[in-house]
């Protein structure tokens, strides 16, 4: 195995404690790269030797050492998710590109994540995506770095556009600007010509979730709140992989 391709799986479970600390911490406002670990019960910080994704877990059987109240899910599934991540790039795309794509994917899940669970997506995590993107297309094949930068321009005015219409139409925020903002991140990863399968995707995902939440007895209407992010995230997953849908 190309030695380079160690990376993304090395760090990954890592990378995936981190997203899920991130998806707990940020929308709270709580230090993220500075804060030690700890139970999110007891307060008790956290020792090394309880800080080894996966493992960790596993060993404690899910429970703090010292309240034994149940450590949150998200721990144990960011860090498997993180490294599945890392394996499909690794996978799909050339070895050189793979690295940066685990990062895409990572980027996508901790924003994914985050508005699942609090309906936001933070700046930092989408402007960071969309100048990685820019970035990736210089290095990688700069002649396309223009098309890169349209796409993430197309994809904030489209969603800006359709958000701005709903609201005149309905009276009320249909589309979050956030979900424009990662839309612009995302044009900057895969061109103005992925946007509009990954839109596609995304509304395809968008749909099966409101009609399995329905079905699970869920109540939908038109006024339910349901994210949009994790659906444009998954978009930009495939497309990025495997390119957009072309006629014929």
Known sequence: MD??????????????????TLAVRLPQGKPVLWGRSACDHCGTVLRPAELVPILSWAALRGRCRHC????????PVTEVAALLLAV????????????????????????????????????????TLALLGLLVA?????PSLADHA???LVGYALLRLVGLAYRLLRGR???????ARLLAAIGSWVGWQGLPTVVLYASAAGLIH?????????EIRGTSRLPFGPHLCLGAWLVWLYGPLMPG
Do not use: C, K
Not at 7 to 18: C, D, E, Q, R
Not at 113 to 121: M, N, P, Q, Y
Not at 138 to 142: A, G, K, S, T, V
């Open 3 to 20: 030695p380079l391709l160690l990376i993304p799986l090395l760090t990954a479970p890592f990378i995936g404690s981190f997203i899920g």
């Open 173 to 179: 925020s249909g589309l979050g600007e956030g979900d």
């Open 210 to 218: 409101a009609t399995m939440a329905r079905l699970g007895g869920q």
């Open 150 to 152: 349209i796409g993430a």
């Open 138 to 142: 210089y290095l990688w094949e700069p």
């Open 88 to 127: 499909w790039a690794i996978l799909a795309v050339p070895a050189p590109l793979a690295p940066a794509t685990a990062v895409f994917g990572w980027g996508l899940l901790a924003v994914a994540l985050i508005d699942l669970r609090h309906f936001i997506i933070p700046n930092p995590l989408t402007i």
């Open 68 to 75: 034994r109240a149940r450590i949150g899910w998200i721990h």
